[in-house]
Nanobody, 124 residues
Framework: QVQLVESGGGLVQAGGSLRLSCAAS????????VGWFRQAPGKEREFVAA????????YYADSMKGRFTISRNNAKNTVYLQIDSLKPEDTAVYYC?????????????????WGQGTQVTVSS
Protein backbone atom coordinates (compact mmCIF):
# COMPACT_ATOMS: atom_id res chain seq x y z
CA GLN A 1 0.00 0.00 0.00
CA VAL A 2 0.96 3.62 -0.40
CA GLN A 3 -0.30 6.73 1.32
CA LEU A 4 -0.26 10.06 -0.50
CA VAL A 5 -0.17 13.57 0.92
CA GLU A 6 -0.47 16.62 -1.29
CA SER A 7 0.89 20.04 -0.40
CA GLY A 8 1.81 23.32 -2.02
CA GLY A 9 -1.62 24.70 -2.79
CA GLY A 10 -2.72 28.17 -1.81
CA LEU A 11 -4.04 31.50 -2.97
CA VAL A 12 -2.16 33.02 -5.88
CA GLN A 13 -2.77 35.85 -8.33
CA ALA A 14 -3.40 35.13 -11.97
CA GLY A 15 -0.14 34.82 -13.86
CA GLY A 16 1.68 33.34 -10.89
CA SER A 17 3.10 29.87 -10.39
CA LEU A 18 2.76 27.06 -7.91
CA ARG A 19 4.53 23.78 -7.39
CA LEU A 20 2.39 21.08 -5.87
CA SER A 21 3.97 18.11 -4.15
CA CYS A 22 2.67 14.60 -3.65
CA ALA A 23 4.61 12.82 -0.94
CA ALA A 24 4.22 9.08 -0.68
CA SER A 25 4.92 6.57 2.03
CA UNK A 26 6.25 3.13 1.29
CA UNK A 27 9.50 1.72 -0.01
CA UNK A 28 8.09 0.70 -3.38
CA UNK A 29 7.03 4.13 -4.56
CA UNK A 30 9.19 3.76 -7.66
CA UNK A 31 6.80 1.06 -8.88
CA UNK A 32 3.78 3.38 -8.85
CA UNK A 33 2.57 5.50 -11.71
CA VAL A 34 1.25 8.79 -10.33
CA GLY A 35 -1.43 11.00 -11.77
CA TRP A 36 -2.69 14.45 -10.91
CA PHE A 37 -6.37 15.28 -11.14
CA ARG A 38 -8.34 18.35 -10.22
CA GLN A 39 -11.93 19.08 -9.31
CA ALA A 40 -13.49 22.51 -9.42
CA PRO A 41 -16.71 23.32 -7.54
CA GLY A 42 -19.70 21.86 -9.32
CA LYS A 43 -17.57 20.07 -11.89
CA GLU A 44 -16.36 16.54 -12.38
CA ARG A 45 -12.86 15.47 -11.49
CA GLU A 46 -10.59 15.85 -14.50
CA PHE A 47 -7.23 14.42 -15.46
CA VAL A 48 -4.30 16.81 -15.47
CA ALA A 49 -1.11 14.80 -15.95
CA ALA A 50 0.57 11.51 -15.14
CA UNK A 51 4.09 10.21 -14.88
CA UNK A 52 4.96 6.60 -15.33
CA UNK A 53 6.50 4.60 -12.50
CA UNK A 54 9.85 4.55 -14.32
CA UNK A 55 9.77 8.31 -14.82
CA UNK A 56 10.48 7.75 -18.48
CA UNK A 57 7.14 8.99 -19.76
CA UNK A 58 4.79 11.82 -18.95
CA TYR A 59 1.27 12.45 -20.16
CA TYR A 60 -0.91 15.54 -20.13
CA ALA A 61 -4.49 16.35 -20.85
CA ASP A 62 -4.58 18.33 -24.09
CA SER A 63 -5.88 21.40 -22.31
CA MET A 64 -3.04 21.21 -19.77
CA LYS A 65 -0.12 21.07 -22.19
CA GLY A 66 2.26 23.98 -21.97
CA ARG A 67 1.55 25.31 -18.46
CA PHE A 68 1.71 22.11 -16.42
CA THR A 69 4.83 20.05 -15.80
CA ILE A 70 4.88 16.79 -13.90
CA SER A 71 8.07 15.29 -12.51
CA ARG A 72 9.15 12.85 -9.85
CA ASN A 73 12.01 12.21 -7.49
CA ASN A 74 11.84 8.59 -6.43
CA ALA A 75 14.66 9.07 -3.93
CA LYS A 76 12.37 11.50 -2.10
CA ASN A 77 9.17 9.53 -2.77
CA THR A 78 7.67 12.67 -4.24
CA VAL A 79 5.91 13.69 -7.43
CA TYR A 80 5.60 17.34 -8.37
CA LEU A 81 3.20 19.35 -10.48
CA GLN A 82 4.49 22.72 -11.59
CA ILE A 83 1.76 25.08 -12.75
CA ASP A 84 2.76 28.28 -14.51
CA SER A 85 0.77 31.26 -15.80
CA LEU A 86 -2.07 30.39 -13.46
CA LYS A 87 -5.58 31.37 -14.50
CA PRO A 88 -8.72 31.77 -12.40
CA GLU A 89 -10.14 28.69 -14.12
CA ASP A 90 -7.32 26.65 -12.60
CA THR A 91 -9.03 27.08 -9.24
CA ALA A 92 -9.77 23.59 -7.94
CA VAL A 93 -8.79 20.96 -5.45
CA TYR A 94 -5.81 19.09 -6.86
CA TYR A 95 -5.41 15.41 -6.07
CA CYS A 96 -2.61 12.98 -6.71
CA UNK A 97 -3.29 9.30 -7.22
CA UNK A 98 -1.15 6.20 -7.61
CA UNK A 99 -1.46 2.98 -9.55
CA UNK A 100 0.95 0.08 -9.21
CA UNK A 101 2.90 -0.29 -12.47
CA UNK A 102 0.19 1.73 -14.15
CA UNK A 103 -0.01 2.83 -17.75
CA UNK A 104 -0.51 6.51 -16.91
CA UNK A 105 -4.22 6.31 -17.47
CA UNK A 106 -6.31 9.46 -17.70
CA UNK A 107 -9.18 7.60 -16.03
CA UNK A 108 -9.58 8.21 -12.33
CA UNK A 109 -10.91 4.69 -11.84
CA UNK A 110 -7.58 3.19 -12.84
CA UNK A 111 -5.85 4.55 -9.75
CA UNK A 112 -5.86 2.65 -6.49
CA UNK A 113 -4.71 5.24 -3.98
CA TRP A 114 -5.62 8.88 -3.54
CA GLY A 115 -4.46 11.78 -1.44
CA GLN A 116 -6.76 14.15 0.38
CA GLY A 117 -6.20 17.01 -2.06
CA THR A 118 -4.75 20.49 -1.87
CA GLN A 119 -6.72 23.63 -2.68
CA VAL A 120 -5.50 25.98 -5.39
CA THR A 121 -7.26 29.31 -5.67
CA VAL A 122 -6.33 31.79 -8.38
CA SER A 123 -7.54 35.36 -8.05
CA SER A 124 -8.04 37.61 -11.06
Amino acid sequence: QVQLVESGGGLVQAGGSLRLSCAASGRTFSTYTVGWFRQAPGKEREFVAAIKWSGSSTYYADSMKGRFTISRNNAKNTVYLQIDSLKPEDTAVYYCAAELLGDSSYAAGAYDYWGQGTQVTVSS
